[in-house]
């Protein structure tokens, strides 16, 4: 083989083993969920909004705790009782119906499980086997005339709910269908379910259906913007190589819409402390830097930002070594308080830079 052929031949091998090392390593990942932190994801998924499962999935480990702790207190219809009678009740329904629609699955995965965990007892239950009449329970006695005397081809149990608060057409009615005759009966009615669909006759609707309003700011306005929940979104990129040692260029991008403002006079401020730190497998700080933000706006910009949802971008460039295995960000709003953490992993960093 030809001099300058072995010269091509190992130029691109390096530009190769190069590109795949940059490709690697540019995207550190969230930190997988232990068995614990999953079981409750689980247990809860019937309730949990796209944004809390988001915010869980990306903080580190050790602030799990308090996240669960916030969650279930969002949620206290009554935050002056020692007990939590959402969680309390939500619990008693998910263990009844784990144990009363079990059909070779846990029973409150099932359809008629989740149904009665958000929606609670139903006020009557219509049954029909396959090929007979409809039989009411005793004691129930308001089934509906036309059902009466209808035949069915498939097992199904019907379930009315006198009271539901979001359905104003009369009792809520809910077919379920046993289709493959093993006890697994699907829910057929078209039913939006939502984390709020969660109700009791011993309260109101939860704390959680808080919406952030332009009021909060002036009370004149009456623009909704999302929930008052604190989160951001982070990136991190180790693609900028400076000589022996990399550098991580870490984004992070915080929607107006979940941060509070402070009015004084005609201005609107946002005041934020935010944090970047790189620690080794052991968990030690290797590097860290802070960076404080403020800005302050007319109300006419602060409505404007928090209606089209624009983000406040800020980067934090941290010098990266071989020992480096995590990233923590964090960001606190100074007007309310509100702390979050997130959590990035860097994997085999060494291994793939040889």
């Known amino acids: 083989m030809k001099p300058i052929a072995v010269i091509l031949i190992l130029f691109f091998s390096f530009c190769l083993c190069f590109f795949l090392f940059c490709c690697a390593s540019n995207?550190?990942?969230?930190?997988?969920?232990?068995?614990?932190?999953?079981?409750?994801?689980?247990?809860?998924?019937?309730?949990?909004?796209?944004?809390?499962?988001?915010?869980?999935?990306?903080?580190?480990?050790?602030?799990?705790?308090?996240?669960?702790?916030?969650?279930?207190?969002?949620?206290?219809?009554n935050p002056m009782t020692p007990e939590n009678e959402f969680r309390q009740t939500y619990y008693t329904r998910l263990a009844i119906a784990d144990k009363a629609f079990k059909v070779g699955k846990p029973g409150w995965k099932t359809d008629r499980g989740r149904i009665y965990i958000l929606l609670g007892p139903p006020t009557n239950v219509?049954?029909?086997s396959m090929g007979d009449v409809p039989y009411e329970q005793a004691?129930?006695?308001?089934?509906?005339?036309?059902?009466?005397?209808?035949?069915?081809?498939?097992?199904?149990?019907?379930?009315?709910?006198?009271?539901?608060?979001?359905?104003?057409?009369g009792p809520l009615r809910l077919v379920f269908v046993d289709y493959h005759g093993t006890g697994d009966y699907q829910l057929t009615t078209k039913l939006e379910i939502t984390?709020?669909?969660?109700?009791?006759?011993?309260?109101?609707?939860?704390?959680?259906?808080?919406?952030?309003?332009?009021?909060?700011?002036?009370?004149?306005?009456?623009?909704?913007?999302?929930?008052?929940?604190?989160?951001?979104?982070?990136?991190?990129?180790?693609?900028?190589?400076?000589?022996?040692?990399?550098?991580?260029?870490?984004?992070?991008?915080?929607?107006c819409y979940r941060l509070d403002f402070h009015k004084k006079q005609e201005k609107f401020t946002c005041d934020l402390s935010i944090f970047a730190e790189i620690r080794d497998a052991q968990n030690n700080?290797?590097?860290?830097?802070?960076?404080?933000?403020?800005?302050?706006?007319?109300?006419?910009?602060?409505?404007?930002?928090?209606?089209?949802?624009?983000?406040?971008?800020?980067?934090?460039?941290?010098?990266?070594?071989?020992?480096?295995?995590?990233?923590?960000?964090?960001?606190?709003?100074?007007?309310?308080?509100?702390r979050l953490r997130k959590l990035l992993q860097v994997e085999n960093i060494k291994s793939k830079r040889k």
Not at 146 to 165: F, H, K, L, Q, S
Not at 202 to 231: C, H, R, V
Not at 306 to 327: M, P, Q, R
């Open 27 to 77: 995207v550190p990942k969230k930190v997988s969920l232990d068995p614990a932190s999953q079981n409750f994801l689980d247990l809860i998924s019937y309730i949990i909004l796209p944004v809390e499962e988001k915010i869980f999935r990306e903080m580190p480990p050790e602030d799990r705790g308090e996240f669960i702790k916030d969650f279930w207190a969002r949620r206290d219809p």
């Open 126 to 128: 219509i049954t029909k």
């Open 139 to 169: 004691k129930f006695v308001k089934a509906n005339p036309i059902e009466t005397g209808t035949i069915t081809e498939r097992a199904t149990e019907i379930w009315v709910y006198d009271n539901y608060p979001e359905y104003f057409a």
């Open 195 to 255: 984390p709020f669909s969660m109700v009791s006759p011993t309260w109101d609707s939860p704390n959680l259906a808080k919406y952030q309003w332009l009021g909060q700011i002036e009370m004149d306005e009456k623009t909704p913007g999302d929930f008052t929940i604190f989160d951001y979104d982070v990136y991190a990129d180790i693609s900028r190589i400076k000589g022996e040692a990399a550098s991580v260029i870490i984004s992070i991008d915080i929607p």
């Open 285 to 338: 700080v290797i590097t860290r830097q802070e960076k404080q933000f403020s800005q302050v706006l007319s109300k006419n910009q602060t409505i404007s930002m928090v209606t089209n949802k624009s983000v406040i971008h800020n980067e934090i460039e941290l010098d990266f070594s071989l020992a480096s295995k995590f990233i923590y960000i964090g960001v606190t709003d100074n007007v309310t308080g509100k």
